[in-house]
């Protein structure tokens, strides 16, 4: 058994109608775009049912990007009006939604978050609750919901938990918690998964019914269906302990969802089962070794011609910053901003490594006195876009047929170069760099350390550019751009970019790192999935620890970038 895409399913008999959602979890959907898909009246008939809080790539419509509408019927009890009135009118949950959303009720758009082509704004981190006047309701009619989603890539569509329609302030009264042992989430214990669910009805009248669990693996199969009845009475909480079975090591996805006669709930969690014992061996080809050797010694020909530009503006008695220019791999311009204590000394350095397609600026470098940092733009990115510019989407397959010429192979050496430049400064302590960045940063990070023995530290967040076979199996981007790249490009074989891509996979680099590593992961991030986080960190032959976030996806909470700076202070003497 693999994952856990944890469906909880709840039919119950009330009369109270307070807490009810009225939303179902099925719509209509349909690709494209036609504005009279927003009318009330369109038939929308022999559209294809796909499920909210799923992203429509993994439902049937693998790699599409671009416009599509999801519509649903429903009808507001008249038993609602007087509470609807008194509070306003309804609340819409549509969750989050990837990316921009225009909707619409019986036609009248009621919100949008994000702008739609040609004026495109992503908003696919943003919640979208938008408020239904009670005077715009259809009272025991059928009313319509039309949503108009763009997306710009990856996964698209209603994704978030939560998703529902409810009177104002009361869509509190039922509520499902599962009861984790662990607060990050993971079962390390060999054996039966168990799973216990709090159910709490704070409605005037009890509930009955059947909880359905369902498991799915993160590569999207289903693992087990479990049924159970369910009865809480009014003003009570009750226990359920489902049983899912032994589960192999890896990810599991849940959802819960509550439905019955004019009422559901849904919430979403992840869990991980032994996420160190997973196992995705290398793949390295046999000129690894000399691949990356040579192009050491191709970069250690190019004169770095470092340039320091002083930047007043942005200095301060205790700190000054410099914008810094410097030739890397192939004579290829990048820079970066340098930020150093004004009182001599020799510190402790960080290379900060970007995320991908986004802009290192001066504000993102350490804030204490204790440490330089040097932000670097690696070529293609930021302020270093001179001499290579291949943009977003279109970056990562780069000159991807050919191993010499590949984009990473260049911005993996981008990061030496930059370790070159901090090993130059007199006020580095050498003895002490560490590198760290999420995403994009996070594969940086580890080729950072795997291919420099200059580097003491390493402190990855969510991981890019790991395990691509799996990769492009478990998550919609970027597996999408490439399949659109070998339909543009049909005399290249899927096997020579894997050969390709095999060279810049951290999984196959982590071997070589020696140095302490502090890695952080979201249990539900859908862009680098901690299934091939851990594909890299499970070849780690070094001293190691991980921090999972269990609610958090691929952007990761505030409190962890403290965490790994005292991480990283501590190792280096400057915290008791």
Known sequence: MKLLNLLLILAFLFHDLNSQNLLKFDWKFQTGDNPEWAEAGYNDGNWATITAGTN?????????????????????????????????GLILN????????????????IGNNGEMPPNYLGAYDKQRLYTIPPE????????????????????????GDEIGCYVKGLEQLLTIEPQFARPDHLFLEKGTIRIPIKITNQMKTSLKGTVTLKLLSDFGSSVAVVNLPVSVKAGK????TLVAGELAPGFYNGSFLFSGENNNKKMDFSIGVRPEEIVS???????????????????????????????D??????????????????????RGWYTKPVKPGKYPAILHVQGYSSVMIPAYAYQGNDMISFNLNIRGHGNSRDNINPGFPGYMQYNVNDKELYVYRGAYMDCIRAVDFLCSQECTDTSRIAVEGGSQGGALSFATAALDSRIDLCAPDVPFLSDFKDYFKVAAWPGGEFANYFKEHPEVTEEEIYTTLSYIDIKNLAPWITVPVHMSVGLRDVTCPPHINFAAYNQLKTEKEYKIYPFAGHGLPSENYELKMNWIKKHFGLLE
Not at 94 to 109: C, K, P, S, V
Not at 285 to 311: C, G, H, N, S
């Open 281 to 311: 061996p290398t793949d390295r080809p046999d000129d690894f070794d000399t691949y990356w050797m040579r192009a050491k010694r191709e970069l250690a020909a190019v004169d770095p011609q470092f340039k320091l530009i002083r930047q």
């Open 94 to 109: 549509l969750g989050t939604i990837d990316d921009a959303d225009y909707t619409y009720w019986n036609g009248e758009r």
């Open 56 to 88: 429509w790539e993994s439902q049937g419509f693998s790699n599409y990007d671009g416009f599509a509408w999801y519509r649903q019927t429903l009808v507001i009890p008249s038993k609602l009006k007087k509470e609807a009135f008194a509070n306003n």
């Open 136 to 159: 715009k309701i259809l009272w025991d009619q059928a009313n319509v919901i039309a949503v108009r989603v763009f997306d710009d890539g990856g996964g698209g569509g209603i994704i």
């Open 313 to 334: 503006s942005l200095s301060t008695a205790a700190k000054e910053v410099y914008l810094v220019e410097m030739r890397s791999l192939g004579n290829v311009l990048v």
């Open 237 to 240: 909480s009750t226990t359920l």
